[in-house]
T-cell receptor
Framework: AQSVTQLGSHVSVSEGALVLLRCNYSSSVPPYLFWYVQYPNQGLQLLLKYTTGATLVKGINGFEAEFKKSETSFHLTKPSAHMSDAAEYFCAVSGRGSTLGRLYFGRGTQLTVWP | GAVVSQHPSWVICKSGTSVKIECRSLDFQATTMFWYRQFPKQSLMLMATSNEGSKATYEQGVEKDKFLINHASLTLSTLTVTSAHPEDSSFYIC?????????????FGPGTRLLVL
């Protein structure tokens, strides 16, 4: 079975500071991993994904995430936060086998960026 | 990236009426679409998986007779909330899986805000 844990429901940083959003997963098979961002009253936008190959994945808006199998983690980072980064971020793992295509979401992390 | 649209973006209806929400994949064909429900400050809850040309697969606890799903074409899935009640008020989001994208990537629509009075 697949599941996702996002540590910290709220993260606050100053503009220009490092952003680190944590995500740990459990999966019985090699996972596909995703980070999505949601702005108020909008759907989810794909930030980046890991499927195979290079474990450091670069996404849109300067975000990147590293797949660490030994730590079962897929933390999201951005070197310098911008005010426009304030949003809700969801980590997700894709199902396999009978649940192929199904996404299992974490509870989300609200990112606040202070000026 | 791929584009998924939803219509309407918001709807207000009276209790007891039915509401239809459309989900369209605009630039790719989606054999599989998903319907989610999101309560304020919470994550997405998968309601059902919609497969083109076949019956939808509903998650445990989701009433299939209340939430009717039709996936009549490779670019359109509809969710009909029948006999809506105030407790059905929520944010409904669809997604479509692009079979040509690696890793079972899903692209999400902008969501539909439903308010039942």
């Amino acid at each position: 079975a697949q599941s996702v844990t996002q540590l910290g429901s709220h993260v606050s940083v100053s503009e220009g500071a490092l952003v680190l959003l944590r995500c740990n997963y459990s999966s019985s098979v090699p996972p596909y991993l995703f980070w999505y961002v949601q702005y108020p009253n909008q759907g989810l936008q794909l930030l980046l994904k890991y499927t195979t190959g290079a474990t450091l994945v670069k996404g849109i808006n300067g975000f990147e995430a590293e797949f660490k199998k030994s730590e079962t983690s897929f933390h999201l980072t951005k070197p310098s936060a911008h005010m426009s980064d304030a949003a809700e971020y969801f980590c997700a793992v894709s199902g396999r086998g009978s649940t192929l295509g199904r996404l299992y979401f974490g509870r989300g992390t609200q990112l606040t960026v202070w000026p | 990236g791929a584009v998924v649209s939803q219509h309407p973006s918001w709807v207000i209806c009276k209790s007891g009426t039915s509401v239809k929400i459309e989900c369209r994949s605009l630039d790719f064909q989606a054999t599989t679409m998903f319907w989610y429900r999101q309560f304020p400050k919470q994550s997405l809850m998968l309601m059902a998986t919609s497969n083109e040309g076949s019956k939808a697969t509903y998650e445990q606890g989701v009433e299939k007779d209340k939430f009717l799903i039709n996936h009549a074409s490779l670019t359109l899935s509809t969710l009909t909330v029948t006999s809506a009640h105030p407790e059905d008020s929520s944010f409904y989001i669809c997604s479509a899986r692009d079979p040509k994208a690696l890793g079972e990537t899903q692209y999400f629509g902008p969501g539909t805000r439903l308010l039942v009075l």
